[in-house]
């Protein structure tokens, strides 16, 4: 079976197996990773050890801090502009799918939001390209979505925004490829796509913005007050740490994030190339801006649409229908799944086009979407 969900999905099998192995007794001492005061020696271990890896894999330079906090990216939509509006309440916003939407709703009650660019008049096919953007030089940050995962588009490269910070949600893309932290003020991610269990959230900031938070800002999520106590204001989600910690081990035993782009750039043109091949599918998304990682297409003729995703289950190729959002079907391949279920897929898809080709039930209408 090959699980193709947008998060919480598949995981690295032999991950799972170390935390069954070491779930009744962590390296011999007797205890479960679950039973651990988040104060011992031994948690404080898994979580340096977790920070250290996790640092050893983004090359990350000495002015950048890793909390690890929680709530989700959705709640750091709003903690993210709580903690960097506190000197200067505006900031631009580029807005190209359903989680930078959500980004901006949440950060208009903390201040002024400026759509820098837009691509919703193309119903979101595409990242504006930046010669048509209006930054505001005075904003405390830029924030873009480095990856829509509803959507499938994905930034191919960095924006320039000058003296202004750019602030990006990495949530399902961080650690499937590679990226230049530096040219960053900050990053968030939540877990559930590469890193580790839903709720558990990346926040990785550069050292001078760690003073910006409003007087609003609650202790447990000041991302100053955070990391000046090492992420430990209040109990860390011990579990999901260690789990996180697990991940980027094994990241680092399969040669590092990049060795995981390429397998990723791999997959991802697998299934595109069939998409482009056959007329039976399209992807609307611009090609130099799609997604590696939620691969997002329809079938021209929409009717068959949940005939095809009940025969990809009976074929064991489950968790494909797309986001509510965009409709139709979302291949997400991340790093855990193999090239071998991508295989499954463009197989299983190649064999429904052939049966259905010409047997198509007519729906009026639907040539141009
Ligand atoms: C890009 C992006 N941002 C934010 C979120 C929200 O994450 P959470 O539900 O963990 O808050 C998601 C969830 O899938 C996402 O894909």
Known sequence: MFNFASGPGMWPGEVLEQARNEWFDWDGTGMSVLEMPFTSDEFKSIARRARDDLQALLGLPENYRILFMQGGAYAHFALLAMNLMGKNACADYVQTGHWSNRAIIEAKRY??????????????DCIPAQSGWHLNPAAAYCHITSNETANGVQFHWTPDTGAVPLVADVTS???????DISRYGMVYASAQKNIGPAGLT???????LLDQAMDITPAVFNYGFQAKNDSRVNTQPTYSLYLASLIFAWILRQGGVATLESLNRQKSRKLYDLIDADDFYFCPVAEADRSLVNVCFYLREPALEARFLENAEQAGLIHLKGHGAAGGIRASLYNAMPVAGVEALTGFMQSFADTWRDRAPRTTGTAAR
């Open 111 to 124: 201040g002024q939001v400026t759509i820098a660019a837009s691509s919703k008049a193309t119903g979101f």
């Open 173 to 179: 893309d961080f650690l499937a490829r590679e990226i």
């Open 202 to 208: 990346l926040v990785i900031i550069r050292e001078d």
